[in-house]
């Protein structure tokens, strides 16, 4: 079960790694066409894939109390709380206005936040430790791409943004 794991973990790696340098090129005014969109999607997919089939093949289990409870709370809010910003965003595209209402009215990127709470909450439900721990590297690159998405918005929206930023959390 050891090596799947593994394999699973490579393949939820480059996904974020990807991700991230997309992200980067992004950030520095680089313009992607829409088949390298439609690929990076797939790539981003499979990533979410794997991670599942990193909770389900984790070696490493614990049996902790009341983490299946509080863990799947975590693990479905986040999920709630993705699928309603994509929802109100009508997709994963850059738009040329700013979003403030729905879930967006309190939440500045609830898409990634919902991410996180993914990360964290499936993994601790299912005692999967080294799941767990990969969170840290999964976590840390989502605020990467939060700042990089931060700084981009505030450029293009300018005080319209920071007063957006203002009224709402993360």
């Given at each position: 079960?050891?090596?799947?794991f593994l394999i699973?973990?490579?393949?939820?790696?480059?996904?974020?790694?990807?991700?991230?340098?997309?992200?980067?090129?992004?950030?520095?005014?680089?313009?992607?066409?829409?088949?390298?969109?439609?690929?990076?999607?797939?790539?981003?997919?499979?990533?979410?894939?794997?991670?599942?089939?990193?909770?389900?093949?984790?070696?490493?289990?614990?049996?902790?109390?009341?983490?299946?409870?509080?863990?799947?709370?975590?693990?479905?809010?986040?999920?709630?709380?993705?699928?309603?910003?994509?929802?109100?965003?009508?997709?994963?595209?850059?738009?040329?206005?700013?979003?403030?209402?729905?879930?967006?009215?309190?939440?500045?990127?609830?898409?990634?936040?919902?991410?996180?709470?993914?990360?964290?909450?499936?993994?601790?439900?299912?005692?999967?430790?080294?799941?767990?721990?990969?969170?840290?590297?999964w976590v840390s690159?989502?605020?990467?791409?939060?700042?990089?998405?931060?700084?981009?918005?505030?450029?293009?929206?300018?005080?319209?943004?920071?007063?957006?930023?203002?009224?709402?959390?993360?």
């Amino acid at each position: 079960m050891g090596i799947y794991f593994l394999i699973a973990f490579s393949i939820c790696l480059f996904s974020y790694i990807f991700h991230t340098i997309t992200h980067y090129f992004e950030f520095k005014g680089r313009k992607s066409s829409k088949k390298f969109k439609i690929l990076c999607s797939g790539i981003i997919d499979l990533g979410h894939l794997a991670f599942i089939f990193m909770i389900v093949l984790d070696p490493v289990k614990m049996n902790i109390p009341y983490a299946l409870l509080f863990g799947l709370l975590i693990g479905i809010l986040g999920l709630v709380l993705f699928i309603l910003a994509v929802k109100e965003k009508k997709g994963f595209y850059e738009l040329s206005h700013l979003i403030k209402t729905g879930v967006y009215s309190k939440i500045r990127h609830p898409m990634y936040l919902g991410l996180i709470l993914v990360y964290v909450g499936f993994p601790l439900a299912f005692g999967s430790i080294l799941t767990l721990l990969s969170a840290l590297i999964w976590v840390s690159l989502i605020l990467l791409w939060k700042y990089w998405e931060e700084k981009e918005l505030e450029e293009k929206f300018g005080k319209e943004y920071l007063s957006y930023r203002k009224r709402t959390i993360f």
